[in-house]
């Protein structure tokens, strides 16, 4: 057992720590976990826990968005890029490391990189940019028809 005096030496307890959101507010869930098969629970989870803020809150809030109106081919795509599966790398441990990183996605969606036009995902790609921003740069290379 740790003293309070040793613990706050350590840092917040991981309940503590998640409960803090900065300055950045995630907006209040819409979709209840309660109503949602697993599938949508699993990409509802995917999306929120990321690694960069910044994605939590961009992936997050699309998820909640769009998730009870995506179609199965949707959702299999939006699970394809939330943990892409190209080239497994073998970390430590043995644990295998699949997953798209944020810095390479947050510069596609931020509009400082183009989205490769062979993106197997394009159909959530193109709703994600229009969640972002309806004028994004990428949307009219990936969706020529997009005016």
Known sequence: MFSV???KMRGPR??????WSGSIQ????????????????????????REWMEMNYLLGGFVERHLPSLSM????QLDRLLLRKEEPVVMLGGCVHCQLQDYEIFPWLSGRAPVPSD?????????????????????????????
């Not at 991981?14 to 409960?19: I, Q």
């Not at 740069?137 to 990936?142: D, F, I």
Request: charged share 30%.
């Open 5 to 7: 005096a040793r613990r």
């Open 14 to 19: 991981c309940s503590e720590a998640f409960r």
């Open 26 to 49: 995630l907006p209040p869930t819409a979709c209840r976990l309660s109503v949602l098969d697993e599938t949508r629970r699993h990409l509802l989870w995917k999306s929120r826990t």
């Open 73 to 76: 081919q949707e959702l299999q």
């Open 119 to 147: 993106l197997p995902e394009k159909e959530v790609m193109i709703l994600l940019l229009r969640y972002i921003n309806s004028d994004h740069p990428s949307l009219k290379a990936l969706h020529p028809s997009v005016e």
